[in-house]
């Protein structure tokens, strides 16, 4: 039996990160290791088998919050030894970082205004991102996607040999069962959505990176008569004012709705038409492939790490970099539209039996147990 600690700033049940923080973390339990949690907050059922320590930490600015948060779990930690420290987020100290996040550098260095450089908030993530992925690090990083490994290696070289990749880890629920079509129906019924009308679908949290912004335009910009058959779905847990006063301004208000979090988004991915995804940048993007194997098509941005999913299984379009605004709305009015619709849904429905979409909770686990058997505990990061 192993002693694993879990490092997390905060969980809910609707994030991908926490989803697959969650699912690692049982996998653990089940193979009868001892875990600990410290986060800065917790929200949702606790896992049973699991101590979960809520850290009381406040302050101002986030980049202080996560320093203070990383000096009282270092203070817990030598309260507390374990053979595997594991981090959800970037920061010191971790033998294994699972890598939720996309790299902070990329983004920062290519995708910000160079005075974004000189704030405190950019020292801070740099530093830590820095102490994973830097030359003076040991911290084996489990990745996500070949996108993560392209960008650390690129930013971060000599850190290659400490990139692990891992498989996908979608819940199978989220595959179409047989009674797909019924279920399809009961939730068009609920809307009032007949099968003429279009529904575009957004799942999950983080509305600002995964590009709802760039959504509220694609459907903004669709000719009227198509406009008027289609609604806008957005099933996530964040702070939905900012783009409800968009659709406003859009004149789409009336197009839009903002469903908050739910526990049964299998529903809405067999209703709808179409996953409209333009995410900023996303390490992974789960929902691509939740989508694809409930027969959904897809339509993304090659800033997702899983848009090469899409492509490899034919279940979609995906938008090239550099991103332009004209070409996804041009793609969703065609995607709407075209008799491809059938075939894209159906070559998803054939990639979710072919390809190893579900074991990344299992191969995490093994090798977190490797980890600890090759010494783990001696990492040391900058």
């Given at each position: 039996?192993?002693?694993?600690?879990?490092?997390?700033?905060?969980?809910?049940?609707?994030?991908?990160?926490?989803?697959?923080?969650?699912?690692?973390?049982?996998?653990?339990?089940?193979?009868?290791?001892?875990?600990?949690?410290?986060?800065?907050?917790?929200?949702?059922?606790?896992?049973?088998?699991?101590?979960?320590?809520?850290?009381?930490?406040?302050?101002?600015?986030?980049?202080?919050?996560?320093?203070?948060?990383?000096?009282?779990?270092?203070?817990?930690?030598?309260?507390?030894?374990?053979?595997?420290?594991?981090?959800?987020?970037?920061?010191?100290?971790?033998?294994?970082?699972?890598?939720?996040?996309?790299?902070?550098?990329?983004?920062?260095?290519?995708?910000?205004?160079?005075?974004?450089?000189?704030?405190?908030?950019?020292?801070?993530?740099?530093?830590?991102?820095?102490?994973?992925?830097?030359?003076?690090?040991?911290?084996?990083?489990?990745?996500?996607?070949?996108?993560?490994?392209?960008?650390?290696?690129?930013?971060?070289?000599?850190?290659?040999?400490?990139?692990?990749?891992?498989?996908?880890?979608?819940?199978?629920?989220?595959?179409?069962?047989?009674?797909?079509?019924?279920?399809?129906?009961?939730?068009?019924?609920?809307?009032?959505l007949s099968e003429q009308d279009h529904l575009v679908l957004h799942v999950g949290s983080g509305f600002v990176v995964k590009g709802v912004d760039r959504s509220l335009r694609a459907i903004a910009s669709l000719p009227a008569d198509i406009l008027a058959r289609t609604t806008y779905m957005v099933v996530g847990q964040d702070k939905p004012a900012?783009?409800?006063?968009?659709?406003?301004?859009?004149?789409?208000?009336?197009?839009?709705?903002?469903?908050?979090?739910?526990?049964?988004?299998?529903?809405?991915?067999?209703?709808?038409?179409?996953?409209?995804?333009?995410?900023?940048?996303?390490?992974?993007?789960?929902?691509?492939?939740?989508?694809?194997?409930?027969?959904?098509?897809?339509?993304?941005?090659?800033?997702?790490?899983?848009?090469?999913?899409?492509?490899?299984?034919?279940?979609?379009?995906?938008?090239?970099?550099?991103?332009?605004?004209?070409?996804?709305?041009?793609?969703?009015?065609?995607?709407?539209?075209?008799?491809?619709?059938?075939?894209?849904?159906?070559?998803?429905?054939?990639?979710?039996?072919?390809?190893?979409?579900?074991?990344?909770?299992?191969?995490?686990?093994?090798?977190?147990?490797?980890?600890?058997?090759?010494?783990?505990?001696?990492?040391?990061?900058?």
């Open positions: 039996m192993l002693t694993l600690r879990f490092l997390i700033y905060s969980y809910h049940p609707y994030g991908g990160q926490q989803r697959d923080f969650l699912r690692v973390v049982e996998q653990c339990v089940q193979r009868g290791h001892q875990v600990n949690v410290y986060t800065m907050k917790w929200q949702g059922e606790q896992p049973k088998g699991v101590n979960i320590t809520v850290l009381p930490v406040s302050a101002l600015f986030n980049h202080t919050l996560y320093r203070r948060f990383t000096a009282l779990a270092q203070k817990a930690l030598a309260k507390n030894p374990a053979d595997v420290v594991v981090g959800f987020n970037k920061m010191p100290g971790l033998d294994v970082y699972f890598a939720a996040d996309p790299c902070f550098a990329e983004r920062a260095l290519n995708h910000r205004a160079s005075y974004y450089r000189f704030t405190p908030r950019f020292r801070h993530f740099m530093d830590y991102e820095n102490a994973v992925f830097g030359a003076r690090s040991k911290t084996r990083a489990l990745i996500l996607s070949p996108l993560q490994r392209q960008q650390f290696s690129k930013h971060y070289p000599g850190c290659e040999a400490r990139l692990y990749d891992l498989p996908p880890g979608i819940n199978k629920d989220r595959r179409a069962p047989a009674n797909a079509a019924q279920i399809r129906e009961q939730l068009r019924q609920e809307f009032a900012r783009f409800k006063s968009m659709a406003f301004s859009l004149g789409i208000n009336d197009r839009v709705m903002f469903l908050g979090g739910r526990d049964d988004v299998p529903r809405f991915l067999l209703a709808a038409d179409l996953l409209l995804h333009p995410a900023y940048s996303e390490s992974a993007g789960y929902v691509l492939l939740e989508a694809t194997v409930a027969g959904l098509p897809v339509l993304t941005t090659d800033t997702c790490g899983y848009a090469f999913h899409i492509e490899q299984a034919e279940s979609g379009e995906v938008c090239t970099s550099p991103f332009d605004q004209q070409n996804l709305n041009q793609r969703l009015l065609e995607m709407l539209i075209s008799p491809q619709r059938q075939q894209w849904s159906e070559n998803g429905l054939h990639y979710a039996h072919t390809a190893d979409l579900y074991s990344m909770p299992e191969t995490a686990a093994s090798l977190i147990e490797q980890f600890a058997a090759e010494g783990a505990g001696d990492a040391v990061s900058a």
